[in-house]
């Protein structure tokens, strides 16, 4: 069996004022292309298909389509989770037509997939919380899916009817998922692990993760799982969430993340992104192909020694988007500002850092005194933002603006 493993498509995302739906919808293509040419078994999409609760019209438009025609007309079936930028509601909202499709969706842990027959064959056979038993079109092997979409670890201990228990969340789901794979998991059939959750080998640094993925590790979120925690009878564990894709473990199965079709922030520049393809037979080892992507814009970061420097570089990189440092002596006038721009339509960023802004400002902007009052805290930080003292008037609407809050 040959199974297509993406995850954190999020669908709609903007990076700063730039769209990245023209290479949302050419990564999508890829993926739909990769699928056809590896002859994918199934498709399974571990989170975070949209960027937020209440993603744009065209975000929407864009992964039905993209779904459906992964199905190849119900032939092949695309299972996908709800992640931490996603509301569970709105991806199980289409269910009764997307399983039609092939398609089939689930949004919290205790979900469970209503069992269904389609035309083409495919067919789910057996249904739980947290698990469902999928029949492929002309074949004897079913798969068999563990699922378990984001949810904060209040959530997941309700799920577990463990809501009062102090004890660790990773062993109260360790037992879940152990449960269902011994009631379900034999080596008749293809056992697999979905989720989007924050996992790690125990005892392995955590690894980093983008600025807007942290909520999961924060108050509210749920804490780190272990892949000792994953049952013995799983072949393979499919993890959304983190942007980089990475092996977490490989023993006793393989565990990874197989990270954003696009690069989303600048903490992934130059990151190569991948598909996983995942090649297994009941009872047998799971081998992990690392598929690249070649759709979508690089992002660089470049410090450029002055305005040269920084002309001649864009030149050079024009398809990308770039977060720019501009090393100078005085500070960036609007006309820099222009050519700039000119030079390049991907500037995301523009970082000036002036070599002797002391001497321009006549105040040092590199350490701010968090001790001072609100008014020269806000002097000091429009000056390192603008690289000029606010004038009085603009003085006078901050100090208007304090004195409305205090009274408020």
């Not at 689930?106 to 389609?118: D, K, Q, T, W």
């Not at 500070?331 to 002036?354: K, W």
């Amino acid at each position: 069996m040959k199974i297509l493993h993406t995850s954190d498509w999020h669908l709609g995302k903007r990076l700063e004022d730039f769209s990245r739906l023209e290479e949302q919808e050419a990564v999508m293509q890829e993926i739909c292309e990769i699928a056809e040419r590896e002859q994918a078994d199934a498709v399974i999409v571990a989170g975070d298909l949209f960027d937020t609760f209440n993603p744009p019209t065209e975000a929407v438009d864009l992964l039905y389509k993209t779904l459906k025609r992964l199905t190849a007309n119900g032939r092949r079936p695309v299972i996908a989770i709800a992640g931490n930028h996603d509301s569970p509601d709105r991806i199980e909202a289409p269910d009764p037509l997307a399983r039609e499709c092939g398609i089939i969706f689930a949004g919290y842990p205790h979900s469970m997939v209503s069992p269904f027959r389609i035309d083409s064959g495919l067919q789910v056979l057996k249904t739980d919380e947290g698990f469902l038993e999928v029949a492929l079109p002309d074949s004897d092997t079913p798969l068999r899916i563990l699922l378990t979409p984001y949810a904060n670890e209040y959530r997941l201990k309700t799920f577990l009817g463990e809501e009062n228990s102090e004890e660790e969340l990773r062993g109260l789901l360790g037992r879940k998922w152990q449960s269902l794979a011994d009631r379900y998991c034999d080596n008749r059939g293809v056992n697999i692990l979905l989720s989007h959750l924050f996992m790690v080998r125990k005892g392995d640094p955590l690894p980093e993760e983008p600025e807007e993925e942290k909520p999961i590790l924060h108050v509210g979120g749920a804490q780190a799982i272990y892949t000792e925690n994953i049952p013995s009878q799983i072949q393979y564990t499919a993890l959304g969430h983190l942007h980089r894709m990475h092996r977490v473990d490989s023993s006793p199965a393989p565990a990874y993340y197989s990270g954003s079709p696009l690069s989303y922030s600048f903490a992934e520049a130059n990151q190569q992104k991948y598909l996983l393809l995942v090649e297994v037979v009941p009872g047998g080892a799971a081998n992990v192909r690392e598929i690249p992507l070649t759709c979508g814009k690089r992002l660089l970061h470049k410090k450029a020694d002055g305005m040269e420097d920084a002309l001649e570089w864009l030149a050079e990189n024009q398809t990308a988007l770039v977060e720019l440092t501009l090393v100078t002596d005085t500070f960036l006038t609007a006309m820099d500002r222009r050519r700039l721009n000119a030079a390049h339509e991907g500037i995301v960023s523009l970082i000036p850092e002036v070599t002797n802004r002391d001497e321009l400002t006549g105040c040092p902007p590199s350490r701010i005194d968090l001790s001072q009052n609100m008014e020269a805290l806000f002097r000091d930080y429009f000056t390192y933002q603008k690289g000029q003292s606010p004038n009085e008037e603009i003085m006078q609407l901050f100090n208007e603006m304090l004195a409305e809050e205090d009274e408020a």
